[in-house]
């Protein structure tokens, strides 16, 4: 499996991104999606999670209410729509799928938020 993240970028204070991750050979039909992030000087974080099968999703609470995650799978796609970006918000983000007792992580992409 190979998740290849696309999305981020330079954007300002109150801004908006869509983060998107794409699964390729998933042979599984039920998965866990996850995006992390870390920023600078700080431990990697849990952002967002869903599940394929039912789509049920969890949040940390600093992004409760400014950020959607949603998959297609048909796609074997996970989005993040971040809204209301703020400086805090800026790290790499990671995307993580976990798949039975096998787990893979993405390159990263890096978003900012910066006036």
């Known amino acids: 499996v190979q998740l290849v993240e696309s999305g981020g970028g330079l954007v300002q204070p109150g801004g908006s991104l869509r983060l998107s991750c794409a699964a390729s050979?998933?042979?599984?039909?039920?998965?866990?999606m996850r995006w992390y992030r870390q920023g600078p000087e700080k431990e990697r974080e849990l952002v967002a999670s869903?599940?394929?099968?039912?789509?049920?999703?969890n949040y940390a609470d600093s992004v409760k209410g400014r950020f959607t995650i949603s998959i297609n799978n048909a796609k074997n796609t996970v989005y993040l729509q971040m809204n209301s970006l703020k400086p805090e918000d800026t790290a790499v983000y990671y995307c993580?799928?976990?798949?039975?007792?096998?787990?893979?992580w993405g390159q990263g992409t890096q978003v900012t938020v910066s006036s």
């Open positions: 993580y799928a976990e798949m039975g007792f096998l787990s893979y």
């Open positions: 050979r998933v042979a599984r039909s039920s998965y866990v």
């Open positions: 869903i599940s394929s099968a039912g789509g049920s999703t």
